[in-house]
């Protein structure tokens, strides 16, 4: 038992291999096998994306891990430095280039061969023999790739989606060269006859050049359109990657230094002109501008920044000279922690994909059996060698699990990737199902449903005191307190002209304070705090105190020569796109719920305000978590919105959970969507989003089941020439992906109330 114990208290450790070599899903099936036969190892290995997501124990080395992928017949590279995370474009691009090189050597070579063999008014003496000249090559050098595979899957005791296309085109081309150099089809003068379909009776003057090398084209240009559009489903990751800046001016010894941002250390001054990116997260230290962060949020319109606000990396200055305290570096930054979220999303299988997985492992060998099957049918059966040849190769052909593999990782590529571009990061495929069954979502008030900041709504003074002397007065005495009602009326103090200093500063906790402003002894408060001081509340004012307190406002009095002269009403303001939100969440099916810690008088007001009819209001933040799961209990599924401290563990319990990208980093970590640009309207078109993605990979997957169930029984039953059968096959993969790609069209809507 101790044994045990000590094995499971191991720490583990996270890496996303590079692999190598993978050629269908059965591929990665196989490579996740071996990883998992590791003990203390967890490995999920993505075709589409070409990475093993492994976890992994101390007491197993990256070495091992890389050696055991090695070891069944592929490469496997680590990860590069987070300063080079950026994905290899020339190496990619070379490959596609290589890709369409043999592409294009193959078409232009098979196709007079497809049309000599198909049109037989064409063909002319000994024309079968020009036939072979031109049908070698692309069997030999169009097929190499899908035949070195194959031998190399061979050498490991296994069978792939290249084992099928392999056996296929060289079974078709080893018949015709034997049907050519000893049976009678080298005759000068034979004609050949072409059909769709496999026709009974034949043998050895029957040639198949035109299958093996139409097949090959066929599987070739699946393959190409298939790599390239993979390139494009992954360009939304490799943007964010791109986004940083890549040179910084640093002001040091007074003196302004430009030098790569890989050099820029945590607390450095740096200069960001109008135009320029901001080189990394930090601090504003110098100068107002308006920042443009459209890039990684989603929002298009510019945010006004000044000395003491945070900036992000990547974000664009649109406006004055800024100079900014470096906070976060390199992988800390919050575009990395972005590109991490949205790698890892991809890197991961939904629910619906460990299906495919495991029919794509078992796939190919069952396919190779039902081809030899066929091939005893037809032959007895009477229908000929030729004809039982023909349709065991149609079977195997037909058969490539390629479009199962491609189903799932492709539509999260496109998914998380748009997602990301929108300030809506995914943090798995397993958030995808939570959104399809989620009927009721929990919203946080604070920060969340409100901008989580106080403001001054409201003034009421009496006859004969100007509004702007009450706030300027109000405003100086509050300006020397922290508490953020008075940091609320001293902003507004300030932004309509200069305070004055205040002397005699008192803070009273819970009730005011008071001060001298200009030679006047000023109280500003509670109406407990100015009757303290024998400071009257006329009739007028009391009235409008009332008012503000049953609006779910917080009211504040302020007085000075023997009386109050003003009211002030201040209140968390909802968000402007509050309203419009709920509405869309409403839209979507889902019943909102309005969560806080604030008295019931303020919370109904706020969701009177946007629309909420439920609210569960006065909640310590450890009973946000309870109220959760008491939904949970009454047999919903839970949605939680929410961006502080105290709503991570609420996050966690939801069976979905949105974090407003402006909150903590608790609750982010806790939450399995997180939005960004902290606007509740992009929790609309997160959950729309994760629904269409979902909706794709079930498209994909049924597309790719039913392409093989309906298929197969035809190219068994001689209904598929195997050239056709080429192009069916190939031409799934391809919608499989393109059908992918109609995510990249998603559009946020736009919400009204």
């Known amino acids: 038992m101790s044994t045990d114990s000590t094995h499971l208290t191991y720490a583990t450790q996270h890496i996303d291999l590079a692999i190598g070599g993978m050629t269908c899903a059965s591929c990665a099936a196989r490579i996740e096998k071996k990883l998992n036969r590791i003990d203390g190892v967890t490995a999920t290995v993505n075709y589409a994306t070409e990475k093993a997501s ?48 043999r592409l294009q050597t193959s078409a232009v070579l098979a196709l007079p061969v497809a049309v000599l063999a198909m049109v037989p008014a064409w063909q002319f003496t000994n024309w079968q023999w020009l036939s072979l000249v031109l049908a070698a090559p692309v069997v030999v050098y169009g097929g190499a790739p899908f035949h070195r595979a194959a031998w190399t899957n061979l050498r490991h005791g296994a069978a792939t989606m290249d084992t099928l296309i392999s056996v296929g085109t060289l079974a078709a081309f080893g018949w015709s060269l034997w049907a050519l150099f000893f049976g009678t089809a080298g005759t000068a003068g034979m004609t050949h006859p072409f059909s769709f379909a496999v026709v009974r009776g034949g043998g050895q003057d029957s040639i198949y050049l035109e299958v093996a090398a139409a097949v090959t084209v ?275 103090a300030a932004e309509a002209g200069g305070l004055p200093p205040v002397t005699g500063f008192t803070n009273r906790q819970g009730l005011g304070v008071t001060g001298v402003v200009e030679g006047t002894a000023v109280v500003v408060g509670r109406a407990a705090l100015l009757a303290e001081h024998g400071l009257a509340v006329p009739g007028e004012l009391d009235a409008a105190r009332q008012a503000a307190e049953q609006a779910g406002r917080t009211a504040v009095l302020v007085g000075w020569d023997g009386q109050a002269r003003a009211v002030f009403a201040v209140a968390d303001t909802v968000k402007p796109t509050s309203a419009a939100a709920v509405a869309g969440l409403r839209a979507l099916g889902l019943t909102p719920v309005l969560l806080t810690g604030d008295n019931t008088t303020v919370a109904r007001a706020i969701a009177a305000e946007v629309g909420i009819d439920e609210v569960i209001a006065e909640v310590l933040p450890a009973g946000k978590v309870e109220v959760v799961r008491r939904l949970q209990e009454q047999g919903k599924v839970v949605a939680m919105a929410g961006d502080g401290v ?108």
Request: hydrophobic share 50%.
């Open 218 to 492: 066929f599987i070739l240009a699946g393959r190409f359109f298939e790599a390239r559009s993979k390139r494009r489903a992954g360009a939304a990751l490799r943007a964010l990657l791109e986004l940083g800046a890549k040179d910084v001016t640093v002001l040091r010894d007074g003196r302004e230094t430009r030098i790569p941002v890989g050099q820029l250390a945590v607390g450095d001054l740096f200069v960001v002109r109008p135009g320029e990116k901001i080189a990394t997260d930090g601090v504003i230290a110098e100068g107002a501008s308006a920042v443009d962060a459209s890039m990684l949020t989603g929002e298009s319109v510019p945010v006004e920044v000044g000395p003491g606000d945070t900036v992000t990396g990547a974000t664009v200055n649109a406006g004055g000279r800024l100079v900014v305290r470096a906070q976060r570096i390199g992988a800390d930054t919050q575009l990395a922690q972005m590109a991490r979220l949205v790698e890892q999303a991809q890197t991961g299988k939904a629910a619906v994909q460990r299906l495919a997985d495991r029919i794509s492992a078992v796939f190919v060998p069952i396919v190779i059996a039902l081809a030899v099957a066929t091939l005893g049918f037809w032959l007895g059966t009477g229908g000929g060698p030729a004809a039982a040849f023909t349709a065991a190769v149609a079977v195997l052909i037909i058969a490539c699990p390629c479009a199962l593999g491609l189903a799932t990782p492709t539509a999260l590529l496109v998914g998380t990737g748009r997602g990301a571009q929108l300030g809506i990061l995914i943090k798995g495929p397993e958030v995808l199902e939570s959104t399809r069954r989620v009927d009721a979502i929990v919203l946080d008030k604070t920060g969340t449903v409100t901008t989580g900041r106080m403001t001054l709504l409201d003034t009421t003074t009496t006859a004969g005191t100007s509004r702007d002397l009450a706030l300027r007065l109000a405003g100086a005495a509050e300006a020397a307190s922290e508490h953020p009602i008075a940091q609320a009326i001293a902003r507004t």
């Open 646 to 753: 105290n709503d991570a563990a609420a996050l966690a319990q939801a069976d979905l959970g949105l974090a407003m990208g402006t909150g903590t980093d608790a609750a982010i970590e806790a939450a399995d969507l997180t939005l960004v640009r902290g606007d509740l309207v992009a929790a609309v078109d997160a959950i729309r989003l994760s629904r269409r993605t979902l909706a794709t990979i079930k498209a994909n997957l049924f597309w790719a089941f039913a392409y093989n169930v309906a298929a197969l029984p035809l190219a068994a039953f001689g209904l598929l020439n195997p050239m056709i059968a080429g192009a069916a096959m190939a031409l799934s993969s391809v919608f499989v992906v393109s059908n992918s790609l109609r995510l990249r069209g998603f559009r946020p809507v736009t919400l009204t109330r």
């Open 54 to 101: 492994v976890t992994y124990p101390e007491t197993v080395s990256t070495d091992q891990l890389i050696a055991t992928v090695e070891a069944t017949g592929y490469t496997a590279a680590l990860p590069p430095a987070p300063d080079q995370a950026a994905p290899d474009q020339p190496a990619e691009t070379d490959e596609l280039a290589g890709l369409r090189r």
